[in-house]
Each structure stands twice: as C-alpha cells, then as structure tokens.
C-alpha cells in the first residue's frame, strides 16, 4: 500500500527564521509532488507541484525539493511570518491521471513572535 | 483564489438525523472529490465523481452517498447522522491536466 510519511509531526520557529519539512514515500510509479498549506479550520491551498522530472519550485518564500531516486521531498520556508503558522500537507500521486492520490499527515507548524 | 464553495461550515445534529452537506464549484471541473479529515490526520477519501452521473466510492468506507446530477453540484448525504459521523468534510474539485486539487472551506459536522 502507497504511504506518504512526513515530518516532524510538528514544528515551533520563531518569526524570521528558517525551517524545513520532510516529506518520504514508497511505492511507485510516481506521478507528481504537491505542498499544501491549510489553516486551521480552512480548505487545503496548493503551494507547488513538481513532476518526477523536476528538482526543485519556488513560490515566494517556499521552495519545495525532490528527489525522485530517494523518494524524498523537502518543503522549505525562508524568513517565516507568522502567517504561516499552518498544517503544510504532502499529497503523492501515483499514476498520470492523477486518480490514485495519497496524502501525508502533515507537519503543524507555529510560528511565535 | 478557487471557486468551490461549502455550506454549512459547521453543524452540530443529534444522533439519526439525515443530513446533506452542500458542496458547488463554478470552475467547470469534471473531477469533484469528498475528504474525510480528522484532527491531527491525513485526509481520506470518501467519495469521487469524473462527471455527472458518475461516482464511486473511495479508499475509505463510509455510509455516505454522494449524487452529481449537475457538474458544478455534489452534495455528500448522511441518511441516518451517529456519533462516529463527527468530522471535518473536504470537498475538493479538479482540473484535468496538472489535477491540482481546489479544496472548499470545509463542513465540521458534529454529532451529539
């Protein structure tokens, strides 16, 4: 069974600073990579896709990273605002039609003054 | 910013109730989704339509029903509510080509 195992669970940072989080799967084929950001009692918005051919997409101040060999992926933010205090979800699709999506956990970040 | 909208946001019903979660989109997707989402948990999908008369069941059971008698309509509906039901409801919707996933707010259904 395709699993999507993310971390650390949770994460606290301090405004201006720099964080990481870790995304790994199994199984393949892989299709695509996509960073969610969802707020507290909010809907999922999408951050950045990347295909299998892809290493790396930007989006202001989050930059995702993949490694389709080590089936690893790393979303991270640069220069933290508190507004990104959010769960950041990882979501893996397994085949070109996008119909066989699997979603990680997700990482709860805060961000304190 | 996506066009998918979901009503109610939240509902609080006691235990045999039949309820309908409302769930529309003015993007034109073909592909609409419901997720199951509890705290702390990733999201498990319930229900799945390509288009109109066509929906199936997802990965995780429910004993929901979903219809989609309209593109832009796929209301999910609880014929008899139970304390298991409480949850937040996801519906999302999606393009064909990237299949990037537009979520609605969510509808956080708690049964008494």
């Known amino acids: 069974k395709n699993q999507v195992e993310q971390s650390p669970q949770s994460l606290i940072i301090l405004e201006g600073k720099n964080c990481t989080l870790q995304?790994?799967?199994?199984?393949?084929?892989?299709?695509?990579l996509r960073w969610y950001k969802q707020d507290t009692g909010r809907g999922p918005v999408s951050l950045t896709i990347?295909?299998?051919?892809?290493n790396t997409k930007s989006n202001g101040r989050y930059t995702a990273t993949l490694d389709a060999d080590t089936k690893q992926s790393s979303l991270h933010i640069t220069a933290s605002q508190l507004s990104d205090s959010a769960s950041y979800i990882c979501?893996?699709?397994?085949?070109?039609?996008?119909?066989?999506?699997?979603f990680g956990a997700g990482t709860r970040l805060t961000v304190k003054p | 910013e996506a066009d998918i909208y979901q009503t109610p946001r939240y509902l609080v019903i006691g235990t045999g109730k039949k309820i309908t979660l409302e769930c529309s989109q003015t993007?034109?997707?073909?592909?609409m989704y419901w997720y199951q989402q509890d705290p702390g948990m990733e999201l498990h999908l319930i229900h799945y339509?390509?288009?109109?008369?066509?929906?199936e069941k997802g990965d995780l059971s429910s004993e929901s029903t979903v219809s989609r008698i309209r593109t832009e309509h796929f209301p999910l509906t609880l014929e008899s509510a139970r304390p298991s039901h409480t949850s937040q409801y996801l519906c999302?919707?999606?393009?064909?080509?990237?299949?990037?996933?537009?979520f609605g707010e969510g509808s956080r259904l708690t049964v008494l």
């Open positions: 990347m295909t299998f051919s892809e």
């Open positions: 979501v893996v699709s397994f085949d070109y039609n996008n119909n066989d999506m699997r």
């Open positions: 999302a919707s999606s393009e064909g080509g990237t299949g990037e996933l537009f």
């Open positions: 995304c790994n799967y199994t199984v393949s084929p892989f299709s695509n």
């Open positions: 993007m034109g997707h073909d592909k």
């Open positions: 339509s390509y288009g109109v008369n066509s929906t």
